[in-house]
């Protein structure tokens, strides 16, 4: 296969009809326009007088000024997570052109749309839960805040597992799909990781979850190297190195002020959605040359 078919082929997969843009940007507006109307609508009200505090409430691990009496008690960091949102919104554009799709011969996530959605659910997930974190800064938006980062780089495994072994023999029902195994592991992980969170130290398992994502990318990257592949793959790296270090800035009170319109932490939401979306963008590009290499 010649450098140029293969590279038209994953520029190909990562493209989108115009009708799937307007619906992303079109839902993320109306997110805008209706977390808006909620904010204005309790700003002073106290909203969040009698849930349980984080410790964040009081002893804050993070730069921005704590507005106890509003809706979003931190709005920089809680904006930022439509970030998160509108990447989930991108897979599942995928998902659908995928669904319509399904019928041409391509790649592992296109001929499985469903791990496209679940990954674009999981990110609006890390949205929803991340958001209610910053905005609340109650224990109970912690638990889900930190749930919800596992989720997308669970997708991301799963997807990885599946492209090596698509299909799985199970006892007494024969040769059977792996992704709806696949699935339902990432729906169960999820639920126990909320479930046993404060037994669990986030420090240990995010990390361990981006080792295990960057072993996948390793891998691949020895065998499906793409110029727009490896261009997905830096700018993820990319993104999460920066990412770090503007949240450990903030940490440290070091990046900007308390009423700084951009924040350490609101820019590390910001450059780790952008990290999933070329994690996301990666695996496409990855599973398209391994259809066009076996075809050729």
Sequence with gaps: MSKVSTT???????????????AVWGSFILCVVLLLALEWSQRGQNFWNGF???????????????????????????WSNLAYAVVGFYAMG??????????????????????????????????????LFHASLTR????LDVTAMYSPLLVIVAVNIGRLRPRWRIPRLGTIPAWPCLACLVIVATLLFYIYK??????????MLIVIVAG???????????????????????SLGIAVACRELDIQ??????????????????LTAIALAALYGWSRCCDR????????
């Design 8 to 22: 038209n082929s994953s520029m190909t997969c990562l493209q989108l009809p115009w009708r799937i843009h307007c």
């Design 52 to 78: 349980q505090e984080a410790n964040e409430f009081r002893n804050r691990s993070y730069a921005e000024r704590v507005v106890a009496k509003n809706l979003f008690r931190t709005s920089a960091n809680t």
């Design 94 to 131: 995928f998902a659908a052109v995928d669904f319509r799709q399904s019928a041409f011969p391509v790649g592992y996530l296109q001929s499985t749309p469903t791990m496209s959605l679940l990954f674009g659910v999981a990110c609006c997930f890390l949205a929803a839960a991340s958001g």
């Design 140 to 143: 109970q938006g912690q638990q």
């Design 198 to 207: 404060w037994s669990l130290s986030s420090a240990v398992i995010l990390p």
């Design 216 to 238: 996948f990318a390793l891998r691949e990257l020895l065998s499906c190297a793409t110029w727009i592949g490896f261009s997905c793959l830096l700018t993820a790296i990319a």
């Design 253 to 270: 009170r070091r990046f900007s002020t308390p009423d700084a319109v951009f924040q350490g932490h609101a820019v590390w939401h910001l």
């Design 289 to 296: 040359l391994h259809h066009s290499e076996n075809a050729s």
